[in-house]
């Protein structure tokens, strides 16, 4: 259906209509910002380097058959709901949870999932930036050893190919340039004894967190308006330098070798669990689903945004983008491993490894090394930003849409203070033993409570709130329910698979380890405790939502768990069937009459909503039979 006149923005109104709109919130300017930030807050840097060896090890070219399964049943769901969520409450994280007070707790475990996320995550930025700045120059750093942070066990790959294989070469006990610079030069790990021992302060990191933090406040200073169209550039260029790597990857030499590792099928794997659960862990963080980024861009949607495609084209073209990814890297690999006579498994590296040792390492084989290296960390440092700037979005929208009245005026402030005390909190990640607060962070702050957090969220929505409800508000605000393959996932099929991945993560529960390092009890303890405490907000919710109402224990859960009144569209032109309650004169036995005596004549979208209207009283009906 198309959008009548009076059912677009808030910005685009005018009168006395215009003057009852939150204005303040503000909207995506261009029908395209939402996508784009949508693709640029899925497509990040896990696509680069995690979804590639997650294939590698996990079945070759036959991990693509549970994971596209794992991304049906799993992956489109949970992201069209919270799209649903957000686009129709036009709310963040945690006003949201007027859908049923009761479970604000949810709310506030994703805001502080989010806030660590956000700290770390930022650091990875500013190690890119510290690679990126390190790239421009005629010679890389870390092509030859003999630097003062090199050790005896540095060997340079031209030294076995100037051996010319007159003498076999025991790499076994050697380590490459490229990882001594990012070990011993750019962490400065020696010094530091563990992560009881953070040492000093590394001021060049220092710098670069800090410009880091500077790039995001100054590009979300303005909230969507201005991170909406830094989108334009952060979201589409990394496509570009991805495929000029790709391009550049399948030219060399051997490049068929790594690939061939990275796709050879080995249907065998499909009998093990363990690969359908790291699919579906895949498909659970790389669509970013829980971490509240996705509902707070859905929230500056105008009320009938088609998100049901926008859903489709991001999802699909998160996938598609970690296997191309995937080819760009491992022929890169596969070229590699002829020039060091081994194979592709002894250079292929999951996580961090493969962006600061491995591929920095392969570019000093390339000809126009420099050129290469600087493009391909821009390239990481554009999937980054985008993925930041959906964080830092979701923290300030969630409580901006708290306290509206004195945050809203002074959002860029309040951004501001935001940015500054995640950066004071992220100093501890600049020393010589930041690294393990790093790994500390990674393995704890979005495990087992994130997937709580999506559960819970999933249970609240179809059970408390109903799925038939849902699938109403759905019907608003695009003229159609949702199918039978949506409510099925919903209800069972999604639930059911995150119950599982949850189970299978405490079941499987490995204490966090780098490299070698083991990290004592109170570090696992720490790190434990920041995954509980995010599911505690959800018991400490409810504590303070009963404790709000009046009446008998079950009566007070009772009335805590309902929709808030004034749930519903945030616009009231938009309140149309069971929300035209809240609307005056709404006394009336014909409360959508009401509506649309004062917004003008019957649309497509009020058409929907008699419908609605008519379905409901059929129930009532029903129900007072029976």
């Known amino acids: 259906p198309v959008t009548p006149d009076l059912l677009v923005s808030p910005s685009s109104q005018d009168g006395d209509l215009g003057s009852e709109c939150p204005e303040d919130r503000g909207n995506w300017t261009g029908r395209l910002d939402f996508l784009l930030s949508c693709i640029g807050y899925c497509v990040g840097l896990g696509n680069v380097w995690r979804f590639p060896y997650r294939a590698y090890t996990n079945g070759g070219g036959a991990f693509l058959v549970p994971y596209f399964i794992m991304l049906a049943?799993?992956?489109?769901?949970?992201?069209?709901?919270?799209?649903?969520?957000?686009?129709?409450?036009?709310?963040?994280?945690?006003?949201?949870?007027?859908?049923?007070?009761?479970?604000?707790?949810?709310g506030m475990g994703t805001i502080l999932i989010v806030s660590l996320v956000a700290i770390y995550y930022n650091m990875i930025i500013a190690y890119v930036l510290f690679y990126l700045f390190a790239s421009l120059t005629s010679d890389l750093p870390w092509q030859h050893c003999g630097n003062w942070w090199n050790t005896d066990l540095c060997l340079d790959h031209h030294v076995i190919k100037a051996g010319n294989n007159t003498l076999p070469v025991?790499?076994?006990?050697?380590?490459?340039?490229?990882?001594?610079?990012?070990?011993?030069?750019?962490?400065?790990?020696?010094?530091?004894?563990?992560?009881?021992?953070?040492?000093?302060?590394r001021w060049n990191l220092c710098l670069?967190?800090?410009?880091?933090?500077?790039?995001?406040?100054?590009?979300?200073?303005?909230g969507?308006?201005?991170?909406?169209?830094?989108v334009y550039f952060t979201a589409t260029f990394p496509y570009l330098i991805l495929v000029m790597l790709l391009i550049r990857g399948v030219t060399l030499e051997g490049a068929w070798k790594g690939i061939r590792?990275?796709?050879?099928?080995?249907?065998?794997?499909?009998?093990?669990?363990?690969?359908?659960?790291?699919?579906a862990l895949q498909i659970f963080y790389s669509l970013g689903v829980g971490f509240g980024g996705l509902l707070t861009f859905a929230s500056y949607n105008t009320f009938h945004q088609n998100i049901y495609r926008d859903t489709f084209i991001v999802t699909l073209g998160n996938a598609i983008t970690s296997i191309l990814a995937g080819f760009a890297i491992f022929s890169v690999l596969g070229y590699m491993s002829q020039e060091l006579g081994v194979p592709v498994n002894q250079v292929a590296k999951a996580g961090p490894g493969l962006a600061f040792v491995v591929y920095p390492q392969a570019m000093t084989m390339l000809p126009l090394s420099p050129f290469w290296s600087f493009l391909f960390f821009f390239m990481l440092l554009t999937l980054g930003l985008d993925s930041q700037f959906a964080f830092m979005e979701t923290i300030v929208t969630a409580v901006t849409d708290e306290f509206p009245y004195y945050l809203r005026p002074k959002k860029a402030s309040f951004s501001a203070v935001i940015c500054i005390a995640l950066f004071l909190m992220g100093l501890i990640l600049t020393t010589d033993g930041g690294m393990y607060w790093l790994v500390l962070l990674d393995d704890y702050s979005a495990g087992f409570g994130l997937m709580v957090v999506?559960?819970?969220?999933?249970?609240?929505?179809?059970?408390?709130?109903?799925?038939?409800?849902?699938?109403?508000?759905?019907?608003?605000?695009?003229?159609?329910?949702?199918?039978?393959?949506?409510?099925?996932?919903?209800?069972?099929?999604?639930?059911?698979t995150m119950m599982a991945l949850l189970v299978y993560n405490i079941v499987k529960y490995q204490p966090s380890e780098y490299g070698s390092y083991r990290f004592p009890t109170w570090a696992e303890v720490l790190g434990i405790l920041m995954g509980v405490l995010s599911c505690l907000m959800i018991p400490m919710g409810m504590v303070v939502a009963v404790l709000q109402e009046e009446g008998t224990l079950w009566e007070r859960v009772q009335q805590a768990s309902r929709p808030a009144m004034d749930w519903?569209?945030?616009l009231e032109e938009n309140r149309t069937g069971v929300y035209v309650a809240s609307l005056a004169g709404s006394q009336s036995p014909k409360?959508?009459?009401?509506?649309?005596?004062?917004?003008?004549?019957?649309?497509?979208?009020?058409?929907?909503?008699?419908?609605?209207?008519?379905?409901?009283?059929?129930?009532?009906?029903?129900?007072?039979?029976?």
């Open 170 to 201: 025991n790499i076994s006990n050697t380590v490459s340039p490229s990882e001594e610079y990012w070990s011993r030069y750019v962490l400065h790990i020696q010094g530091s004894s563990g992560i009881g021992d953070p040492g000093r302060i």
């Open 261 to 279: 590792f990275y796709l050879t099928p080995q249907f065998d794997h499909l009998l093990s669990s363990k690969v359908w659960i790291e699919a």
């Open 208 to 222: 670069c967190l800090l410009l880091s933090w500077t790039i995001v406040y100054l590009c979300i200073l303005k």
């Open 73 to 106: 049943i799993c992956g489109i769901p949970i992201f069209f709901m919270e799209l649903s969520l957000g686009q129709f409450s036009s709310l963040g994280p945690l006003a949201v949870w007027k859908i049923s007070p009761l479970f604000k707790g949810v």
């Open 224 to 230: 969507v308006k201005s991170s909406g169209k830094v």
């Open 591 to 626: 409360p959508l009459m009401v509506h649309m005596r004062k917004y003008g004549g019957i649309t497509s979208y009020e058409n929907t909503a008699i419908e609605v209207d008519r379905e409901m009283e059929e129930e009532d009906e029903e129900e007072s039979m029976i």
């Open 568 to 570: 519903g569209p945030s």
């Open 454 to 496: 999506v559960i819970t969220t999933c249970l609240v929505v179809t059970r408390v709130y109903g799925i038939k409800r849902f699938c109403r508000d759905v019907q608003m605000m695009l003229g159609f329910k949702p199918g039978p393959y949506f409510r099925t996932c919903w209800m069972i099929l999604s639930p059911a």
